[in-house]
């Protein structure tokens, strides 16, 4: 009896850890495929991400840029205009004579829009005294309003109008002036004329990133237009790379098919944040990619990949240079009131971070309210079009002097580290000449690839 219970109780032992142990298998088996169903979604979650931005290398070597000079139309001069202007003169300064002031209009320059007339002041005579008669300038000019710039040269100060005759500059004029200068500046751009009537250069690379403001039709989106034809005119897809995100559809879509475009015009506010993060690992892989190279910049890694091929004639021991990216948000308080923590995180790192290896930020809104402390701060240059109150003047330059600009091109340049903001009437650059100028760059190259 003694040896059946000692039996009995074996079986059930057995029966027992046999039972533990299927049990264990089974849920080993289902931990198993549970993690293999989440590789799955993850890898399915990383394909999809990928599939926002292509490679950021490019392989054609042999890119053919488009020939701004035939391609576009110029504009000619107006003689009427600079008649007006040489009366004006003459007006101004039997004005000062009959007021016994003791100035005189020596110059004038225009840039379009508005001219400037250079006052020279003698000695002794009160600035004040001159610009007091403002109502008076304007029954001279003819003009709803004059305004000063003081100083505008060593001891002259400038009366600016709005011209009678508005003249736009012209893209190709600023651009062809742009070439001629012969620069290496991969980002270098045109502007537009200054208050001097002179072309403004302007570097990307040396302002890092910019921010654009400006109220509806104050000419914001047509200068966005100006800045990328100016990029992917100079340089091949070897050297520059373009995203745009534009969630209201509006024009940025026309650059859909070059091959600068590292993936079609983001209309998405879900696909835009991938975007960003997927140049944040970009702007990771290049930082760390020059740590080991010990280089500080771009420059630095670039010149030494130059270097290294000079003396490396093998096909297969070339290195690529980094391409710069030029990322391009129009209306970013779209995506900042969708995402404002998210948002403003990863800004923080685009726009510290990214100039170091290439990446910069261009950012542009209609409302002046997205410009928080934390964009102003991240990115230094400012560009401000005509706004509608002093409000939101202040919110872009920290003055009300964007109120008075006239529209059409009218804006303020305040560059990183400068405390004066530059005014200029921006180029003018037609949907129709952006259209010639893709077509034209998408024509050529396919031509070249054929043969």
């Not at 001097?196 to 966005?224: P, R």
């Not at 096909?315 to 998210?342: G, H, P, T």
Request: with cysteine.
């Amino acid at each position: 009896m003694k040896m059946f219970v000692i039996l009995l109780c074996t079986i059930v032992v057995i029966f027992l850890l046999v039972d533990f142990f299927m049990v264990l298998l089974v849920e080993s088996k289902n931990k198993k495929d549970t993690l293999q169903k989440h590789s799955e979604k993850t890898e399915n979650k990383k394909i999809t991400t990928s599939k926002i931005l292509n490679s950021f290398n490019i392989t054609n070597k042999n890119y053919v840029l488009p020939d701004i000079e035939n391609l576009l139309d110029t504009n000619e001069e107006d003689e009427s205009s600079s008649k007006i202007i040489l009366d004006n003169i003459d007006k101004l300064n039997d004005f000062f004579s009959k007021k016994k002031l003791k100035c005189e209009c020596i110059n004038y320059f225009k840039n379009g829009i508005v001219s400037t007339f250079e006052i020279k002041i003698d000695n002794g005579q009160l600035i004040d005294d001159i610009t007091k008669y403002k109502d008076e300038y304007s029954n001279i000019f003819n003009s709803d309003r004059v305004d000063f710039i003081i100083p505008f040269q060593t001891n002259t100060i400038g009366i600016i109008v709005k011209n009678d005759i508005i003249k736009e500059v012209n893209f190709k004029d600023s651009f062809l002036y742009l070439k001629s200068k012969n620069s290496k500046k991969k980002l270098l751009i045109e502007l537009g004329k200054n208050l001097m009537g002179d072309y403004e250069l302007f570097d990307i690379e040396e302002a890092h990133n910019i921010v654009i403001g400006g109220a509806t039709g104050s000419g914001k989106s047509t200068f966005l237009q100006n800045i990328i034809c100016n990029l992917i005119s100079r340089n091949t897809p070897n050297d520059l790379r373009l995203i745009c995100i534009d969630t209201k559809g509006n024009e940025l879509f026309l650059y859909n098919d070059l091959e600068h475009s590292l993936c079609s015009s983001i209309t998405d506010k879900d696909d835009a944040f991938k975007a960003m993060n997927e140049v944040l690992d970009e702007i990771y892989h290049r930082n760390d990619l020059l740590d080991v190279n010990m280089d500080r910049n771009i420059i630095e890694y670039n010149k030494e990949v130059d270097n290294w091929n000079k003396d490396h004639l093998l096909e297969e021991e070339k290195k690529d240079k980094l391409n710069y990216i030029v990322f391009v948000i129009d209306d970013f308080s779209e995506l900042l009131n969708y995402k404002k923590a998210e948002f403003e995180k990863n800004l923080l790192v685009l726009g510290s971070m990214g100039p170091k290896v290439g990446v910069h930020l261009i950012l542009s809104s209609r409302k002046p309210v997205a410009f928080s402390n934390i964009v102003k701060g991240v990115i230094e240059t400012k560009i401000s079009f005509k706004v509608n109150n002093d409000d939101e003047s202040y919110a872009i330059l920290g003055n009300n002097e964007a109120v008075n600009l006239y529209g059409v091109g009218d804006m303020y340049l305040l560059k990183k580290g400068s405390n004066e903001p530059t005014r200029i009437q921006s180029s003018k650059i037609t949907v129709s000449d952006v259209k010639k100028i893709v077509n034209n760059i998408n024509d050529i190259n396919c031509k070249e690839n054929k043969e």
